[in-house]
């Protein structure tokens, strides 16, 4: 997973210990009291860690950290949304810099970038203002890459790290701890988070402050298209009178099977639009990638196309539906329903 990032660094020393020999410095620091936060290796005994935005994928993430025996502190602005794990343990805070004051390690999960801004970046309330020198900031929601460069460097200034680390799964890859995690920073510090990474996911290092993010954004243009096939292939099938369940288990062992298939296809048979990745911060995300086509001067007309599909369920007001919502637009367009009728 990561192992080949040590290698990269033997011409100097790295600011954290390794991951091959995290175990043996453990064993060596905790005889110490005096080291600095950014030379003790990860563990819950050496390492306290906090987590803001606790929704649909957060309080999953979080959770398993706290179940790994993490101290954990947690912050949200929805209060309730994180009362779960206060009552599994962790610490509520009443802001991210309260929370990463309590932490050598505090993740955030939000929404937009604008939350991401805030967040990390108020000088009253974000999480670098409470987060201690040597302190590690390590954002998993999917923003701007420039803006996950401006956050490395202002971490820098305050003489922390910051590690964008968006993830791909959605809320079962959450709940399962699968994940697919890319990570974007200084390759030695993505290196002393291995043990953290591996309680959500398998991590992979991308490169430089902002990696993370354009890996992501990579990823959402491959599942735009990918969804915009799976369901006007369903409407086909629907059309021409198959059984579509059949037919998805027929293509889904075939060149047409995919992820989307296996965590939407059954959801969209049965109605089941409640999120595991909202369509309003899809929308999101293919806007900014359409931003970053833009910058390069590159044209992906099918990302164009699927970004419309989806803006179109914001004006139908199903922003707040999962991203196999997209069936709607489908059928919309073809005035057809898969849905059965009840006789």
């Not at 994928?57 to 947690?74: K, R």
């Not at 402050?209 to 599942?223: D, H, S």
């Not at 292939?233 to 198959?242: P, Q, R, T």
Request: aromatic share 4%; with cysteine.
């Amino acid at each position: 997973m990561l192992a080949g990032i040590s290698r990269s660094l033997t011409r100097r020393r790295p600011p954290f210990p390794p991951v091959a020999t995290a175990a043996a410095v453990v064993a060596m620091s905790s005889s110490s009291t005096g080291a600095n936060v950014s030379d003790r290796p990860i563990s819950p005994e050496t390492t306290r860690v906090a987590w803001v935005g606790t929704g649909v994928m957060g309080q999953s993430m979080a959770g398993h950290l706290l179940a790994a025996g993490y101290a954990l502190t947690v912050f949200n602005r929805t209060a309730a949304k994180a009362q779960g794990l206060v009552s599994s343990g962790a610490t509520l805070a009443d802001s991210p810099r309260a929370a990463a004051k309590a932490a050598d390690v505090i993740f955030l999960m939000v929404g937009f970038p604008s939350d991401v801004r805030s967040t990390a970046l108020d000088p009253s309330t974000g999480a670098l203002a409470g987060l201690a020198p040597g302190g590690v900031l390590v954002d998993m929601t999917t923003s701007d890459p420039s803006l996950a460069a401006e956050i490395a460097a202002a971490a820098a200034a305050a003489g922390c790290s910051a590690v964008d680390a968006p993830v791909s799964g959605g809320d079962r890859g959450a709940r399962n701890a699968c994940l697919s995690i890319f990570a974007g920073g200084d390759a030695a510090v993505v290196a002393r988070l291995a043990p953290l990474f591996k309680l959500m996911g398998n991590a992979l290092y991308m490169g430089g402050p902002g990696a993370g993010q354009r890996a992501k954004l990579g990823n959402q243009i491959a599942i735009a298209s990918t969804m915009v096939g799976l369901v006007e292939g369903m409407v086909y099938a629907h059309k021409a009178g198959l059984d579509v369940a059949k037919w998805l288990e027929a293509i889904s062992t075939g060149a047409a099977g995919s992820k989307s298939l296996e965590l939407y296809g059954k959801r969209i048979l049965e109605r089941d639009m409640a999120a595991g990745f909202y369509v309003r911060h899809f929308v999101k995300d293919l806007g900014i990638c359409l931003s970053e086509c833009q910058a390069m001067g590159l044209s992906l007309p099918g990302l164009a196309l699927a970004q419309q599909l989806y803006v179109s369920l914001i004006a139908h007001g199903e922003g707040g539906l999962g991203t196999q919502a997209l069936i709607l637009a489908i059928e919309r367009l073809n005035n057809t329903s898969l849905e059965k009728k009840v006789e």
